[in-house]
């Protein structure tokens, strides 16, 4: 009797080991260890492409050279961030960028002024030591306005041309998108238009600078 019931236990708690481990199993698949991804990544994309086939030459110490923007930490990530008052921030629900706002905006700046100045134009790295033209800046909001509903997109562009880089000009740009919902899809959009708004105001002043 002894052996048959240590049998029968045995075979228990095998059973019972193997619906454990089938509902671990049956559980990792549900979760991941990283968070939750968002329902949406935004991306800023040019409403004014330069056209295919369009060729520019010429000295690379001619070309305009566009540096990433600086920005606080609010800014350097890829929540978007949502103002509620004068002091305090949230981060937008089931959103985020898929690349730093910082880096996209360069680019789509560095685009722009491509397809609205028909300048020579490289963005960043090596080429700032060589270019006599430099736009540079901070980025001093990209987000969701609570108290307003809005979309704002502010920028701090800061121009420099010569060889010794010395002459610079400063100037504030701003775009605003009202009655915008705080939810991801319509945010996004918003995002994307104002910072288009933004960076043509910039390429027109480079152009006209």
């Not at 671990?24 to 330069?50: H, M, N, Y």
């Not at 270019?131 to 307003?148: C, E, F, H, I, W």
Request: a positive charge; one cysteine or more; aromatic letters at 6%.
């Amino acid at each position: 009797m002894m052996g048959t019931a240590m049998k029968h236990w045995g075979a228990t708690r095998i059973r019972t080991g193997m619906v454990v481990a089938a509902g671990c199993f049956a559980l990792a698949g549900c979760i991941s260890l990283g968070g939750k991804a968002p329902d949406e990544l935004f991306r800023l994309t040019a409403e004014e492409p330069v056209p295919a086939g369009t060729t520019v030459s010429g000295p690379l110490t001619d070309a305009v050279v566009v540096l990433d923007p600086e920005a606080d930490r609010s800014l350097d990530m890829l929540r978007v961030p949502v103002r509620l008052n004068a002091s305090s921030l949230a981060y937008l629900k089931d959103g985020a960028w898929v690349e730093k706002p910082t880096r996209q905006f360069r680019s789509l700046l560095a685009e722009t002024i491509r397809a609205r100045t028909g300048l020579l134009v490289v963005e960043g790295g090596d080429f700032e030591v060589t270019g006599k033209t430099r736009v540079g800046g901070r980025l001093l909001q990209m987000g969701y306005d609570a108290p307003s509903g809005a979309v704002i997109v502010r920028f701090d562009a800061m121009l420099s041309r010569g060889a010794s880089n010395n002459d610079i000009v400063t100037k504030r740009f701003e775009a605003v998108v009202n009655g915008v919902e705080p939810k991801a899809k319509p945010v996004g959009a918003a995002l994307n238009h104002a910072a288009n708004e933004v960076v043509r105001q910039v390429a027109d002043w480079v152009k006209g600078g």
